[in-house]
């Protein structure tokens, strides 16, 4: 069996705090994560960065319970997230454009707004 190529970038990023990010991939694999495609994203904090995890816990997940099915992290070193499979890869993708924009279009919160969800369908 052919072993998967797969691509790693890393940028360290430094102000008052120092945050490194990455993305390792292995490209599209033809379908679901059965098929061996991943996308895997980390945050490391290289000094003084303050960030926190909060993670909402599925009971048929295969991970560990936690109190109320709810995992709650100060401060980690490190975080690692991958994403298995084709529409995953789009989904995160699709996903950190809308974040980006967001952030870019409103660097300044002058008032309380509403919570909005939007429904994308990615192709």
């Known amino acids: 069996m052919e072993k998967l190529k797969t691509r790693k970038i890393t940028k360290d990023f430094h102000s008052a705090n120092q945050f490194r990010v990455s993305v ?15 996308t ?3 945050f490391e904090d290289l000094g003084s960065t303050a960030f ?3 993670c909402d816990c599925s009971p048929y997940g295969d991970g560990y319970e936690v109190a109320d099915n709810n995992l709650y992290i100060s401060e980690p070193e490190k975080v690692t997230i991958n994403f298995m499979g084709d529409s995953e890869r789009d989904s995160i993708i699709e996903g950190l454009k809308f974040i980006i924009n967001e952030l870019e279009k409103n660097p300044e919160v002058t008032e309380n707004h509403e919570e909005v969800t939007e429904h994308i369908w990615v192709d």
């Open 40 to 42: 895997k994203i980390t």
């Open 52 to 54: 926190e995890v909060e």
């Open 24 to 38: 390792e991939h292995n490209g599209y694999q033809g379908g679901d994560a059965g098929h061996g495609g991943y």
